[in-house]
C-alpha cells in the first residue's frame, strides 16, 4: 500500500485552495500551529469559550497517563449546545434536510428539531430512564436516530448506537455488554428498493439476552411486524401528547456522552468510551476549521450515525456550529448512479464529506453521473476512512470540486472522536493521498517498534504524543484492554493508533494503513478474531483464518480460509451457507470475497494461526519467514488455491 503514496510523492502535485477561499476561511493564519503546539492546553481553552457552560472548568486538563480529564469541573449540555445554542439566532434555520430513498423530504428547524428532542426526551425519562443508563439506538438514517442520540444527551443518558445492518445477534452482544435496557429501533428501511426487516433481526437478536425491557419502534418502512405486549412501543403513540420542553441535565465535562463500539484486534467489540466536555469542545473546533462551516453553508455527510463519523461531522460538531445537515437515507445508485449529484443539486449542498470506497466507485461509473448535474454549489470536499489513493483523491477535486474546492483528507478513529490528522483548507497545501498535518494542538509523529521517530520516508507507526480532548477515556467494562490496546506498545503514555505511515521532506503523513488485525472493508472496521469466532461457531467449520486482500474501489475484501470439520465435504453449497451465516451473525457489511478451504492452515508451532503469513498469501506477497511454521507445506497449498480464484 506504501507504493500508492510512492506515487504521488513523485508526482509532486500541490494544491492550494483558491485564493477567495482562503482570505474568508475560518482558519487563515499559518501562526496557529505554532501557537497551539507551544500551549495545546491554552489554545483547546480559548476554544472551549465557543461552548455554553453552566459552570465553567477549574483546569483545562488533568493528565495521568494514559488517562485524561477535561475541563475539570466544567458543567454543560451537549443537546444544548447543540440545539438550544442556536434558538436566538437561527430558530428558524434548517437544522436538518433529510431525504428518504424513495424521495421523500423532511425539514426540521432548530426549534422543530429542538421540540422533537424534548418530545423524545420526556418519553425516555416516563420510560424510567435516567441519568447514566446506556440507551441502544438501532436505526437506519432517518431523523429519528438524531432525535434519539440528542434527547439521550438531553437527559444524561449515554447511547450506545448500533449500525443499523449490523445482525441482530450483534446488536444484542452490544446491548448485553452495555446492560441496556432501552433500545430504539424502527419496522424496516430500504435499501435500493428492497426492505430490510430491522424489527424481525431485533426480535431474533434480544430473544436470548433478557436485558431490554422496553423496545420504541419508529414506523417507517409500513412493513408486517410482531410487536411484543409490554415491550415494544410505537414511536408515534408514545410521541403522541409528549411535552415539547425538555429541561438538559446539567452533566459533568467529564460524564460520559456516548458508547460506541469497535472492532480490535480480540474476538469481542470494545465500547469505546466517550464524555461531554472535552468532546463538544473537540468536534465544534474541528468542524468550524478543518469544514470551513459558515452561517450559509448546506453541509452534508455521507455517513451514517451508526458509526462515529456520524457522531462527530453529522451530529455533534456541526450542529454546535449552527450548520444545516443534509442527510439521506439510501444507496448512491438508487433509483440511479447519479444520486448523490442529484442530492447536491437540488439541495444546493456546499460541503460533502465522503469516504474514499465511494470516491472510487464513482470513478468507476465514471464522470457523466456528475456532469448531468449543477454540483457547482460545492466549495469544500472531505474524505474519511481509510487511505485514500492519489488517482482518487486527484478524480475527486477535479469531477466532484470541478478543480476549485480544497479537499481535506482528515485521519482519524473512533477512538480518537476528532480529526486528528488533516489540512486546514484555507492555509496547507495539499498533496494528493497525504492527509497532510496534525490538526493543531495535536503531536502526531510516526515511531519505530522502539519508540524512535522513523527517518522521512521510513515506514513506522502512527502515535499521539499528547492528549486532546475528545480522546477515548476507556474501553467499557475493560480498562485492561484500555491500557494494553492504546498505550502499553511504548511507554504508557504514548497513544498507539493500530496504523502504519510514514511522514516525507516536508513533514506531512502519508497514512498506509492497519498494522493489526483490523480489516477496513470500504471503510467498516472488522476484526479478524471478532469475524473468526463467528466462522468457528458455525458447525462445519473446525478452523478459521481471515484477512484483508487488497480491492481496488472497497481498500480490502474479506479472504477466508478455512478447514472444515471430519466428514464435511468442500461444496458451492457449503460456501454459500458460510456466507449467509456471516450476514446473519455480524451483517453484510462483513460478507467474504472468497472463502478458501484447506485442509490445513498455516500455525506456529504452538498451534496459533498466522494471520500474516494468510495475508501475505491473500495478496500474493512473500510471505517472509516461514520457519517458525508447523508444517511450510501448507504455504504453497494455500498459494495454488488463491491464484487460482482470479
Ligand atoms: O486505519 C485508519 C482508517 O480508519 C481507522 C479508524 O476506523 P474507525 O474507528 O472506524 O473510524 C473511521 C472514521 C474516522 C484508522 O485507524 N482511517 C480513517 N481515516 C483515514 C484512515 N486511513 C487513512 N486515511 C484517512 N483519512
Redesign the pocket.
Known amino acids: 500500500m506504501g507504493e500508492k503514496s510512492d506515487q504521488s510523492q513523485k508526482s509532486g502535485a500541490l494544491f492550494k485552495a483558491p485564493e477567495d477561499f482562503a482570505k474568508s476561511a475560518n482558519v487563515n493564519d499559518p501562526d496557529i500551529y505554532r501557537i497551539a503546539d507551544e500551549n495545546p492546553e491554552k489554545f483547546w481553552e480559548k476554544n472551549a469559550e465557543n461552548i455554553e457552560w453552566y459552570s465553567k472548568w477549574e483546569k483545562v486538563l488533568e493528565w495521568e497517563p494514559p488517562h485524561s480529564k477535561w475541563f475539570v469541573g466544567g458543567k454543560l449540555n451537549a443537546c444544548y449546545n447543540c440545539l438550544d445554542v442556536n434558538l436566538k439566532e437561527r430558530a428558524d434555520k434548517n437544522a436538518l434536510i433529510w431525504e428518504s430513498e424513495s424521495g421523500e423530504i423532511l425539514k426540521y428547524t432548530y426549534k422543530e428539531l429542538l421540540e422533537e428532542v424534548c418530545k423524545f426526551a420526556n418519553v425516555l425519562k416516563d420510560l424510567g430512564v435516567k441519568k447514566g443508563d446506556i440507551v441502544t439506538i438501532y436505526l437506519p438514517m432517518i431523523p429519528q436516530v438524531i432525535i434519539s442520540m440528542l434527547a439521550c444527551a438531553r437527559i444524561g443518558a449515554p447511547h450506545s448506537v448500533v449500525f443499523a445492518a449490523f445482525s441482530g445477534e450483534s446488536l444484542a452482544t452490544r446491548i448485553g455488554n452495555a446492560n441496556s435496557r432501552i433500545l430504539v429501533t424502527c419496522d424496516g428501511y430500504s435499501r435500493r428498493g428492497k426492505v430490510v426487516e430491522q424489527k424481525n433481526k431485533v426480535d431474533d437478536g434480544i430473544r436470548s439476552c433478557g436485558i431490554v425491557d422496553k423496545v420504541v419502534v419508529v414506523k417507517h418502512q409500513n412493513n408486517d411486524i410482531q410487536m411484543k405486549d409490554g415491550r415494544d412501543l410505537w414511536w408515534h403513540d408514545v410521541m403522541e401528547g409528549a411535552d415539547t420542553s425538555c429541561e438538559p441535565e446539567i452533566m459533568d465535562s467529564e460524564d460520559m456522552l456516548f458508547l460506541m463500539y ?1 472492532s480490535g484486534t480480540t474476538g469481542k467489540p470494545k465500547g469505546i468510551v466517550h464524555t461531554t466536555g472535552g468532546y463538544m469542545v473537540a468536534t465544534q473546533t474541528t468542524s468550524k476549521f478543518i469544514f470551513d462551516l459558515k452561517e450559509d453553508d448546506i453541509y452534508w455527510c455521507t ?1 451514517d450515525c451508526g ?3 456520524g457522531h462527530s461531522y453529522i451530529v455533534y460538531g456541526p450542529l454546535a456550529n449552527g450548520t444545516t445537515l443534509v442527510t439521506y437515507e439510501g444507496a448512491p445508485d438508487y433509483p440511479d448512479k447519479d444520486r448523490y449529484w442529484d442530492i447536491i443539486e437540488r439541495h444546493k449542498v456546499t460541503i460533502l464529506y465522503t469516504a ?1 470506497t465511494a470516491i472510487r466507485t464513482f470513478m468507476k461509473w465514471g464522470p457523466s453521473w456528475p456532469q448531468m448535474h449543477d454540483i457547482s454549489t460545492l466549495r469544500l470536499i472531505g ?6 489513493n492519489p488517482g482518487a483523491w486527484l478524480w475527486y477535486h477535479e469531477n466532484i470540486g470541478l478543480g476549485k474546492c480544497p479537499v481535506v ?8 472522536g476528532m ?1 486528528m ?2 489540512a486546514l483548507p484555507g492555509i496547507t497545501t495539499t498533496k494528493p493521498g497525504s ?1 497532510t498535518m496534525a490538526f493543531p494542538g495535536i503531536k502526531a509523529a510516526v515511531l519505530d517498534e522502539k519508540g524512535n521517530e522513523t527517518a522521512p520516508g521510513e515506514d513506522g507507526y502512527l502515535a499521539i504524543l499528547n492528549p486532546w480532548p475528545s480522546m477515548v477515556r476507556t474501553v467499557f467494562g475493560n480498562e485492561e484492554r484500555f491500557i494494553e490496546t492504546y498505550w502499553s506498545k511504548w511507554d504508557n503514555k504514548t497513544y498507539f ?3 502504519g505511515a510514514k511522514r516525507d521532506d516536508d513533514g506531512y503523513f502519508w ?1 498506509i ?2 498494522v493489526d488485525d ?1 480489516i ?1 472493508v470500504s ?3 472488522i476484526g479478524s478474531a471478532e469475524f473468526e469466532s463467528i466462522m468457528v461457531s458455525h458447525p462445519s467449520v473446525a478452523e478459521a483464518g481471515v484477512v484483508g486482500k487488497e480491492d481496488e474501489i472497497r481498500g480490502e475484501v474479506i479472504y477466508c480460509y478455512v478447514t472444515l470439520r471430519t466428514g464435511v465435504e468442500e461444496s458451492e453449497d457449503i460456501k454459500k451457507e458460510l456466507i449467509t451465516y456471516v450476514e446473519r451473525n455480524i451483517g453484510p457489511f462483513a460478507r467474504p470475497k472468497q472463502i478458501i478451504f484447506a485442509d490445513d492452515l498455516p500455525k506456529t508451532r504452538s498451534g496459533k494461526i498466522m494471520r500474516r503469513v494468510l495475508k501475505a498469501i491473500a495478496n500474493e506477497k512473500d510471505p517472509g519467514d516461514l520457519t517458525t511454521l508447523q508444517d511450510p507445506d501448507v504455504v504453497q497449498v494455500l498459494k495454488q488455491k488463491t491464484k487460482l480464484l482470479d
Do not use: F, L, N
Not at 474524505?383 to 485514500?388: D, K
Not at 483528507?409 to 480518537?416: A, G, I, N, R, S
Open positions: 469497535t455517513a458509526w462515529i463519523t474514499p474524505s474519511v476512512g481509510e487511505p485514500i483528507d482528515t485521519w482519524w478513529q473512533t477512538e480518537t480529526i490528522i488533516s492527509a493508533a493500530g496504523d497514512i494503513g492497519r483490523v477496513k471503510g467498516h472496521r
